[in-house]
């Protein structure tokens, strides 16, 4: 069974304890302290691994835990480090946190491996706390708590074009006639049951198309099986838009095209942006007069929108090239950037959320932020990248400090030093 979406339950290893003990030998007077340090818990990992290409796997399995750290013991020896798990998935698969549905990880194109949860560091053991005055410490530091959180995973395919249309249309055919793919194809609804990759091979280059299985009016809410698969169209850079032009069905191809467009502006408005071609289909059953009826109807209907209308028949092969060329060309002027999923949601603020901080003024026109929390996050955070000062920028907002500042009377221009780094402030 095709799946492309799973819930699962992901944890780091804890750190292991450090250990109280002391050094007892004969002969060996005033032996002290001599607990050994905790192992490190292992890291949760997710890595690709080219060969899948479903979530299968995690239906049936939904908690994975990377080993915990042990125990320092004595003689100062140190506990084993807990094994790191790596989860392996599909390339294009996106990881969520379940709460808030924001992008932990986009798995697709460089982005081969990532830890996501990191192990906990080991506590030290008393021999580290021994002092002139304190010679005989009997405490030990805890190994540090694991990470957990409850994740999504999201398969979205990774191609150029995407190609949709009603149940029936045609697509299926359409595929097997400009790719290497061999879906399963007959006529009734729903023959896709997940979505087909095929390779496009022409003169000077080629691009990746992916069939969406049968949209329906309603997708977006849930209707039909089309809305499992809407998120795949969601890295294609251009959709062709296939129809049915001669109303085998009794559908209105003008109202199929209207209808699957909402459904897409539905579910992800960005996607009405793309660059849209409509390959009316099944002109081999209609006659020359017919045709050119339909053509005209539909190009007088959209190409005054900037969608351009290409008569063809999966069947025959007619009008095909002439689509597949044009789609070349669109692609060769769009940019090249793959669509990745940027990440929101850093795991390291579900240690950080409790710890403290302080914001106060230390003389005019300037002011200091300073804690716990501050010092982790400037320690993971690249201020010199773009995307790691949104990311400060939002760490500041969402944390209030932003609110302490200005009910301190921070004023624009005013200093505000956090540690060893110092910022102007400007609303």
């Known amino acids: 069974m095709f799946a492309d979406r ?115 560091r080991g506590g030290k053991g008393n021999q580290h706390y021994a002092t002139p005055t304190m010679q005989v410490p009997k405490y030990a530091q805890p190994g540090q708590k694991a990470q957990e959180m409850d994740v999504i995973l999201e398969l979205k395919v990774i191609a150029d074009v995407g190609l949709v249309g009603f149940p029936n249309v045609g697509k ?74 001669a109303s085998t069905e009794g559908r209105d191809p003008l109202e199929d095209i209207n209808k699957i467009n909402s459904e897409l502006i539905a579910y992800n408005p960005e996607l009405a942006q793309r660059p849209q071609v409509i390959a009316a289909n099944k002109l081999d059953v209609l006659t020359e007069e017919e045709e050119v009826a339909i053509i005209k109807k539909l190009k007088e209907a959209f190409e005054p929108q900037g969608i351009p209308v290409f008569a063809i028949s999966a069947v025959s092969g007619k009008g095909i090239k002439e689509l597949l060329y044009h789609v070349k060309d669109m692609l060769s002027h769009l940019d090249t950037t793959p669509i990745v999923f940027e990440k929101e949601f850093f795991p390291e603020d579900l240690a950080q959320s409790t710890l403290p901080f302080e914001v106060w003024k230390e003389e005019e026109h300037l002011y200091v932020v300073e804690g716990p929390r501050i010092e982790r996050m400037l320690g993971y955070t690249n201020l010199d990248s773009e995307k790691g000062f949104e990311f400060f920028q939002k760490f500041l907002k969402e944390n209030e400090i932003l609110k302490q500042l200005e009910e301190l009377g921070i004023q624009e221009g005013d200093t505000v030093r956090m540690y060893g780094l110092a910022f102007d402030y400007y609303k």
């Open 6 to 120: 799973a819930e699962i339950h992901i944890r780091s290893g804890k750190g292991g304890d450090g250990h109280v003990s002391f050094r007892k030998e004969i002969f060996v007077p005033a032996g002290g302290p001599d607990g050994g340090d905790g192992g490190k818990g292992g890291d949760l990992i997710f890595e690709v691994d080219e060969g899948l290409n479903t979530l299968t796997d995690f239906r049936y399995i939904r908690k994975y835990s990377a080993k915990d750290g042990e125990n320092g013991g004595k003689k100062r020896c140190h506990g084993k480090d807990g094994e790191d798990l790596v989860i392996k998935v599909p390339p294009g698969t996106v990881i969520k946190e379940k709460q808030t549905g924001k992008v932990v990880a986009d798995m697709s194109h460089g982005n081969k491996r990532e830890v996501i949860l990191r192990g906990g």
């Open 172 to 245: 299926s055919t359409f595929l097997s006639r400009v790719t290497n793919a061999r879906p399963k194809i007959g006529n009734y609804h729903f023959t896709t049951l997940s979505p087909n990759l095929g390779v496009v091979d022409l003169e000077g280059g080629g691009f990746v198309i992916a069939d969406i299985p049968g949209l329906i009016e309603g997708a977006s809410e849930g209707l039909g099986l089309g809305h499992e698969f809407l998120r795949h169209i969601e890295r294609t850079k251009v959709i062709i838009h296939l129809v049915d032009a």
